[in-house]
């Protein structure tokens, strides 16, 4: 799709490096500056898909501001501006190389590692008798490996990232109390959008005085699993599956196109009829996340507007 960005390759001045994620592309500026790009790549089973989704950049980078902007009062984060609906700017920070991934629902990865007899996930006991989507006596969390782009996240417990050095126990404390904390608030802001957070992942990193702060997404469809609360409860009596907010949607469709990331298995082709119905999935999820008229970027030559901006903003 013309209309999208998938790559880029810009020269800011004072430009050190560049990182390329699944999604995001981090330009390392000097003066401890990152420039954080959204591009429009889809990912899905830690696989990037051919094409790009018209927009999805835009949203996830301007529900991560939001909530951002709505919860630096209980943890510091990494945010300094916006000058771009697809850009964020940033403190350079080092990213701890776990995800801390939270869950408040048997759901997803959960409920597939459940319904295949695993009792245990990430070093946590999980109860009897559940079935999918159930809900949890009390949030868990499951934390995961970063992987590097292309390999696959591994579930590892708090144990195991101690033990192996991966974050120290002090520092896991604070990552957990944050973790906490943030799903607390997210679940609050949900539920006054008549949605449920199911489950969630946060990143950390810490600063050059060693503060630790929230970094990249936060509550996004990309990395937040929601639910719609009316019917709920109704949905889990009659053994129904939930009406939910989150990129789940495109991993169903590969599955049932023979796609789940394994090895020798091929992207199934997304027409661009599919393609625009993902995008307009995405609007559908900012709407409702936000509580707020979606408005669309002009995406006439995104790249020039991307680095117009940027440049606007450094010279200031």
């Known amino acids: 799709m013309s209309n999208t960005i998938t790559a880029t390759n810009f020269s800011f001045p004072g430009q050190k490096s560049v990182y390329k994620g699944k999604v ?42 939001k909530f951002m902007q709505q919860t630096e009062d209980i943890v510091p984060n990494w945010l300094i501006a916006t000058p771009d609906p697809n850009v964020a700017i940033g403190h350079l920070c080092e990213p701890f190389k776990v995800e801390m991934v939270i869950r408040g629902y048997l759901a997803g990865h959960a409920a597939r590692e459940y319904q295949a007899g695993k009792r245990k996930l990430c070093g946590v006991s999980l109860p009897e008798g559940m079935k999918e ?36 126990a002090e520092d896991y404390e604070v990552l957990e109390k944050y973790t906490y904390a943030l799903f607390a608030r997210g679940t ?9 957070l199911v489950d969630t992942k946060y990143e950390f990193g810490k600063t050059k005085d060693g503060k630790i702060v929230l970094i990249d997404e936060i509550h996004t469809p990309d990395s937040s699993r929601y639910f719609y609360k009316e019917g709920y409860e109704e949905r889990q009596r009659k053994g129904e599956p939930q009406r939910q907010l989150s990129k789940e949607f495109v991993r169903q469709w590969l599955i049932s196109n023979g796609f789940q990331g394994k090895e020798g298995q091929q992207v199934p082709e997304m027409s661009n009829e599919y393609i625009n119905t993902v995008s307009e999935r995405y609007i559908e999820l900012y709407e409702n996340i936000m509580g707020e008229k979606f408005v669309k970027a002009n995406i006439s030559n995104i790249e020039k507007r991307i680095y117009d901006n940027v440049m606007n903003y450094l010279k200031k």
Not at 46 to 54: F, N, R, S, Y
Not at 147 to 158: L, R, V
Not at 188 to 194: M, N, T
């Open 24 to 65: 995001r592309e981090v330009y390392h500026l000097e003066n401890d500056l990152l420039v954080m790009i959204a591009t429009d790549r889809l990912s899905a089973f830690d696989v990037i898909m051919p094409k790009g989704i018209p927009y999805k950049g835009q949203i996830l980078n301007q529900i991560a501001t």
């Open 133 to 168: 989507n159930d809900v949890f006596p009390h949030p868990i969390i499951t934390p995961a490996t970063k992987a590097d782009c292309g390999q696959h996240d591994e579930d590892i417990s708090k144990e195991d990232i101690i033990a192996k050095g991966i974050v120290s």
């Open 188 to 196: 609050e802001i949900a539920a006054k959008r008549g949605l449920i």
